[in-house]
């Protein structure tokens, strides 16, 4: 499959590149899900267009990565569906849905992943675990109250990804979470406990769109029965900041005294 991007995700799918010769990835754009930038969602539009009209003139599959983060279902009821009409509240969110409508508008065939929180050595600082980190470090970290996020580790994407791709889908949209929505809270515990670091913590109203959403998963269950063996439940997310702590790029730097 061919790659366009060259950021987190994109690095992590180069292990599949030599498969799925019918596919390609659209894995670059605006990867923060507090984005604004009306500059930066024209440019990822563009881009979109570019890619999804090229993959129509040759028959190929693109597979977008959307979101499942609380601006695209936080307005919704209960846990988050694919097949629900959403009604996004951030500007992020209306940004990914007007882009799934816009390839789904194209006559390209596709394949539209709605990611949760993903997580693994080499993110971006701006996402959500170097931005905990590194506030942890620094001696505060402020939280929403409420705030509760889904967190998958990278390494299943890939796998879950390579599975989906095996399978043919088109013209389809696919959660792919873990379907436990971690209170920040807890996923601030643990980060300490394992950094050994102590931080003031400050709880800030959100004053906005809700912080906290559930992801139904059950259409990836079905889909990717593998899911049942990577330990999703409510102990997954350790297990994913522990595997994000231990690489060594990721463990920070003494702090100073």
Not at 30 to 56: D, I, K, N, P, Y
Not at 118 to 123: A, L
Request: charged share 20%; hydrophobic share 40%; net charge positive.
């Amino acid at each position: 499959m061919d790659i366009v991007g060259n950021g987190f995700l994109a690095r992590n799918l180069r292990p599949l590149a030599a498969r799925h010769p019918d596919t390609v990835v659209l894995a670059a754009g605006v990867s923060s899900a507090g984005g604004t930038s009306w500059e930066a969602f024209a440019r990822e539009t563009a881009l979109l267009t570019e890619v999804a009209a090229r993959c129509r003139a040759t028959g190929r599959r693109l597979l977008f990565f959307s979101t499942a983060s609380t601006g695209m279902y936080g307005a919704g009821p209960g846990p988050g569906t694919e097949d629900r009409p959403v009604t996004p509240c951030t500007p992020y969110g209306v940004h990914k849905l007007s882009l799934e409508e816009r390839l789904r508008d194209s006559g390209a065939e596709h394949l539209v992943l709605r990611l949760s929180h993903v997580v693994g050595p080499g993110q971006p600082p701006h996402q959500l675990l170097p931005g905990l980190v590194r506030q942890l470090r620094e001696g505060m970290v402020r939280v929403h109250r409420g705030a509760a996020r889904d967190l998958i580790a990278v390494a299943d994407v890939v796998t879950i990804v390579d599975r989906l791709l095996t399978l043919g889908l088109r013209g389809q949209t696919v959660n792919v979470a873990s379907g436990e929505a971690v209170p920040v809270d807890l996923i601030v515990d643990h980060l300490q406990r394992r950094l050994g670091l102590a931080a003031r913590r400050e709880h800030q109203d959100p004053g906005g769109p809700p912080v906290s959403t559930g992801i139904c998963t059950r259409k990836l269950r079905r889909l990717v029965p593998e899911t049942a063996g990577m330990s999703f439940g409510p102990a997954y997310y350790r297990r994913v900041l522990d595997g994000f702590l231990d690489h060594p790029d990721e463990r920070p730097a003494p702090a100073r005294a």
